[in-house]
Every structure is written in structure tokens, then in C-alpha cells.
């Protein structure tokens, strides 16, 4: 499933979003081009993609809501800024106070610049991270990336937003 670039960004809903330093756009297109092109994983977005002239709070609540999983990129960039560190709190709480984001928040140690476990924030420690160095990348990303836990994301995503909808013309 892919969207067309004419196809209204706000009606699509992404299997991932990769949260990233600013400084990082390079490894995180990296990502997004190896999770879509090799793994079959679309449509995918980049943090840095998402809509400009927004606040970045209502960007960062967009791509976490529209999207079945959050993938948060652990480089050394990573805790060098503030943004990064409160975009992973705010996609943890996300998933905690949304029963059906339960597990959707993946953090991933690329093969360029990975952030060292010991320098890996406590709260990020108790989430299995994906390696792109371990052999077992390819079998992570399978089992992680499921199709019916997409299609059961998006369709509570669409119910969410035809409420909303209604709401607003009611």
C-alpha cells in the first residue's frame, strides 16, 4: 500500500515514523528507504517530512497517531538534544495511555554513529531495541512489522477520525 504524491498527507496513515536528531535526516531517509524498499514496509515517513509552518508538538502528536509504529532513532545525536529525548517520553506515554499503542515503539541502534547501550536512556532500556548490526535484524523486522497489527491500527485510526469528523460537523 502506497500513497500517491497528489493523496492528501493528513489521509494517510503510515506503518512508521521515524523519530530522529536533527542532525540525522541522512541515516533516518537511510532507514526509511531499507524498511520500504527491502522489508516491504509502506508507507513510511521521516520526522523531518512531516508537514512545515506547524508547531512541532502538533507534528510530533500527528506522526505518533498516525502511524502504526514509532520508530525512535538511538544515535549519538540522540542525547545531545532535549527534543529527541522528550519526543521518546511523550511516544512511551502515548503508548501507555493508549491501550491498542502497546508495543509500538521501537527503538533502533543503526549501523552509523548507534548511540551505546550504557548511554541509552533507563526508560528506553526496557524496550528490546532493534540492530541493524545483530544477524537476527532481518527476522526482528518480520516479527515486529506484522501486517494484521497495521491494518488493526489504521482501522481504529479511520473509526478515530470519522468521530472526529462527525463531531466537528454536529
Known amino acids: 500500500e502506497v500513497h500517491s504524491s497528489d493523496e492528501d498527507p493528513e489521509n494517510v496513515f503510515y506503518k512508521f515514523v521515524i523519530l530522529h536528531s536533527g542532525n540525522d535526516i541522512d541515516e533516518a531517509n537511510r532507514l526509511l528507504h531499507l524498511l520500504q524498499n527491502k522489508f ?57 495511555n493508549k491501550q491498542h499503542k502497546y508495543n509500538s515503539v521501537i527503538p533502533l541502534r543503526p549501523l552509523n554513529n548507534p548511540l551505546p547501550r550504557e548511554k541509552t536512556p533507563c526508560v528506553l532500556q526496557t524496550i528490546n531495541a532493534l540492530e541493524e548490526d545483530s544477524p537476527g535484524f532481518a527476522k526482528q523486522v518480520q516479527k515486529i512489522f506484522q501486517e494484521s497489527k497495521y491494518r488493526q491500527q489504521k482501522a481504529i485510526w479511520e473509526k478515530e477520525r470519522t468521530m472526529l469528523q462527525n463531531q466537528g460537523h454536529a
Not at 509502506?42 to 502538533?58: C, N, V, W, Y
Open 40 to 96: 516491504c514496509i509502506k508507507p513510511g515517513i521521516i520526522f523531518a517530512e512531516m508537514p512545515s509552518g506547524r508547531h512541532l508538538l502538533q507534528n510530533l502528536n500527528d506522526a505518533v497517531n498516525r502511524s502504526a509504529w514509532t520508530i525512535i532513532l538511538l544515535t549519538e545525536h540522540f542525547l545531545s538534544e532535549a527534543w529527541c529525548e522528550f519526543q521518546s517520553y511523550a511516544s512511551l506515554m502515548n503508548a501507555l
